[in-house]
């Protein structure tokens, strides 16, 4: 039985040095064996927080958070575009309360959807207190000392050598500090570690996902983004009243706007004539001037597609180009009802086929003396390719310019207090002129024709075309960190992917014989090539100032032989 035990305890022992020589590789906590938690409230949270500042389940929210997003961009949401959860509901109507209870029209800010994301966030840093502990103790402390057989481990090399030991460790401290290991002299050996960026770049990447989270949830709530239309001449101030369309964060208010105006003095568009790209734009630019604050001062500056104009925490995009008519319009009596006004219409394709309704309002009476209101549909081809020819443009640049109009009479709707368009007739309360035939009435138009209204109703001329612009005003708070750690995260990513942590320990002892026996191994978190090929490579260079020593005599103890790295 003694015996037994006493062959035991040296294999025991090596097992117990090369886990520790192996330990610490990683600063991923170690797994405890399941049990079942101690009963109590106590117990229970215990159990629960180790579960979610577990790491499986950290990519288990992650994966629930990308899976939830997905509704987000398939279904209307009402942050987005109220008008087309509003066709959503009146093309579903099954759908459309499951989707309410469900919170599928403003994903976003549902609470499904913000559970996840804070239990996501609760269980990064989770994660990543305990291990930047850990990586701080790593780097205070020192590389473990070598195990008592190096020749257990996957890579080494071993040599004799003429040299005294307390040269050949001096020489290895040496070396691998030079190769920008941390080493240092434990007992008979030098002990050294490198590959601590792969650690470094595990919880860059982790704090990385933390700042994305918490930038993405800053920006989303605290967000604003609208659009302007802009004529040329014309102005825009950064005042909710000003704009034609506007989308904001749940925590938005009113005084985050950046006070600041500008007028659009020229927009230019320019176009390629021929060859297989006709009619896409080489020059599209606004020339504007803008002042920040209520007295600053005006600045002149052009904005472009993809270079827009930044005020503050807001950037002004130009989004969009199309073309307005000019519009006279004459009562019967031959009164100006509609001086010389500028009507935009919206572009339908690429060479600015444009569409849109023309609506006089106030001042119109008709052939009696009757107040009434007129609408008409416009149609407009800033390039129109003459008699026969379909009503589309042939380009996008004003060449032929042609505007066709179709006219009614009545009540525009305006008066009742429901929304409408400014670019659509609501024709429920209009009636059509007639032509001769008893046709609608309609007409095409090019510049300086008028169009004479049946029965005396009066006259509409085609006075000109001005230009307009699309303008996008977006406040995104907190994009730049949010692009900072994108960027940490791909980097942290990159070295924990791609360095690989590692130890080397180098023993140097004299034998029974007087010679100097000099073992080399190397450890890693995983099997790789690099481990025996960078240990070869340190082996080599030792060697050169410890060369060899010739074999012993045959009746000698034998060598130990190398196993893992070629013998020297």
């Given at each position: 039985?003694s015996?037994?035990?006493t ?10 040095e090369l ?6 590789l ?13 009963l ?6 215990r159990?629960?927080w ?6 499986r389940?950290?990519l288990?929210?992650l994966l629930l ?26 093309k ?8 309410d ?9 549902s609470v ?12 990064l ?12 103790g790593?780097?205070r ?7 008592r ?13 003429e ?5 050949i ?7 691998l500090r030079k ?5 240092h ?5 030098v ?11 595990n ?18 709530l ?7 239309l802009v ?7 950064n005042?909710?009243t ?5 989308r904001?964060?749940?925590?938005f ?8 105006s ?6 230019t568009?320019?176009?390629e004539?021929?060859?297989?790209n ?6 599209f630019?606004a ?26 925490g ?10 307005a008519?000019?519009?006279t ?17 919206l ?18 009476r008709n ?6 209101q ?8 800033p390039?129109h390719?003459?008699d ?16 066709a ?9 305006v ?11 609501n ?39 001005k ?6 005003i ?22 924990s ?8 320990w ?10 100097t026996?000099?073992e080399?191994?190397?450890?890693g978190r995983?099997?790789?090539a ?11 260079i030792?060697y ?25």
């Amino acid at each position: 039985m003694s015996d037994t035990t006493t062959d035991r305890a040296p294999a025991l022992q090596d097992d117990q040095e090369l886990g520790e020589a192996g330990s610490q590789l990683s600063t991923a906590p170690a797994e405890e064996a399941p049990n079942l938690p101690a009963l109590g409230a106590a117990g229970w949270l215990r159990w629960f927080w180790r579960q979610l500042t577990s790491m499986r389940v950290a990519l288990l929210l992650l994966l629930l958070l990308s899976l939830g997003a997905i509704p987000g961009s398939l279904i209307p949401q009402t942050g987005t575009d109220v008008t087309k959860v509003e066709e959503f509901r009146a093309k579903h109507e099954t759908l459309a309360p499951l989707y309410d209870k469900l919170g599928l029209f403003n994903v976003y800010s549902s609470v499904w959807f913000s559970a996840i994301y804070i239990l996501l966030f609760v269980s990064l840093i989770g994660c990543i207190v305990p291990r930047t502990w850990q990586f701080v103790g790593q780097l205070r402390g020192r590389p473990p000392g070598a195990p008592r057989r190096l020749t257990r481990l996957p890579a080494h090399t071993t040599w004799r050598t003429e040299a005294a030991p307390e040269e050949i460790r001096e020489a290895a401290l040496a070396l691998l500090r030079k190769r920008r290991f941390r080493a240092h002299v434990a007992g008979d050996a030098v002990a050294a570690e490198k590959g601590y960026l792969r650690e470094l770049g595990n919880l860059v990447f982790h704090v990385a996902l933390i700042v994305i989270l918490v930038a993405f949830a800053w920006g989303q709530l605290f967000k604003s983004e609208g659009n302007k239309l802009v004529l040329e001449g014309d102005g825009f101030a950064n005042t909710l009243t000003q704009y034609d369309d506007f989308r904001s964060g749940s925590l938005f208010a009113q005084d985050d706007l950046d006070p600041f105006s500008f007028v659009l003095k020229d927009f230019t568009g320019t176009y390629e004539a021929t060859g297989p790209n006709r009619g896409t734009p080489r020059v599209f630019q606004a020339e504007v001037t803008y002042s920040v604050g209520a007295y600053g001062k005006d600045k002149r500056t052009v904005i472009e597609v993809n270079d827009p104009l930044e005020i503050g925490g807001s950037k002004v995009y130009l989004v969009s180009h199309g073309y307005a008519p000019v519009i006279t319009v004459k009562d019967g009596r031959g009164k100006v009802v509609m001086d010389r006004e500028a009507v935009p219409l919206l572009p339908l394709d690429a060479n600015v086929t444009s569409s849109g309704a023309i609506k006089v309002m106030d001042g119109y009476r008709n052939a009696k003396g009757a107040r009434e209101q007129l609408g008409f549909n416009a149609f407009f081809l800033p390039t129109h390719g003459g008699d026969g020819t379909t009503m589309l443009s042939q380009f996008p640049a004003l060449i032929n310019p042609m505007l066709a109009l179709s006219a009614y009479h009545g009540d525009l709707g305006v008066d009742s207090g429901v929304p409408q368009s400014v670019y659509q007739l609501n024709k429920k309360n209009l009636k059509e002129f007639k032509d001769s035939d008893g046709e609608l009435f309609k007409k095409q138009l090019k510049i300086g024709e008028t169009m004479t209204l049946p029965n005396g109703a009066g006259t509409v001329t085609f006075d000109g075309v001005k230009e307009w612009a699309g303008f996008q005003i977006a406040r995104q708070p907190a994009s730049g960190w949010a692009l900072a750690g994108s960027v940490a995260a791909i980097l942290g990513l990159a070295a924990s992917l791609f360095i690989q942590r590692r130890r080397v320990w180098v023993r140097a002892v004299r034998g029974a014989d007087g010679v100097t026996v000099v073992e080399m191994a190397g450890l890693g978190r995983s099997e790789s090539a690099k481990v025996p090929d960078e240990l070869g490579e340190l082996a080599g260079i030792l060697y050169e100032r410890a060369p060899g020593a010739p074999d012993p005599e045959p009746s000698d103890s034998p060598a130990v032989p190398a196993e893992g790295a070629d013998k020297q």
